[in-house]
């Protein structure tokens, strides 16, 4: 779902990853060649979880598609982020086969 705002920013929230119109812990944000992804787990003080990851990961991929020229990433308050959601880590969500999931370098 997108919406357009009178500054010419356009912003879209998205639950799964693979259809940019249903985010539910990540909003996306773009004006011009800005991309703004906001982590909104304020409850969890925007502690990242697998499906939140993946959503970070999906943002992060349309941000790399060619037209941001800046990416800035944020929490909504009352903290930027926690870390990782350590349910999340007792379940072995944040694993494959096992392993932890390598981190991917953005830049």
Known sequence: MNSHSNNGAWSTSHANPDDYGSFVAVHLTWSESICSIRIDRPEKRNAV??????????????????????????????????????GGVELGEFTINGCHIPAEKWI
């Open 49 to 86: 979880d697998l499906a939140t990851l993946r959503e970070i990961e999906a943002a992060q991929a349309e941000a790399a598609s060619g037209r941001a020229r800046v990416v800035v990433l944020s929490g909504s308050p009352p903290a930027f982020c926690s870390g990782a959601d350590l």
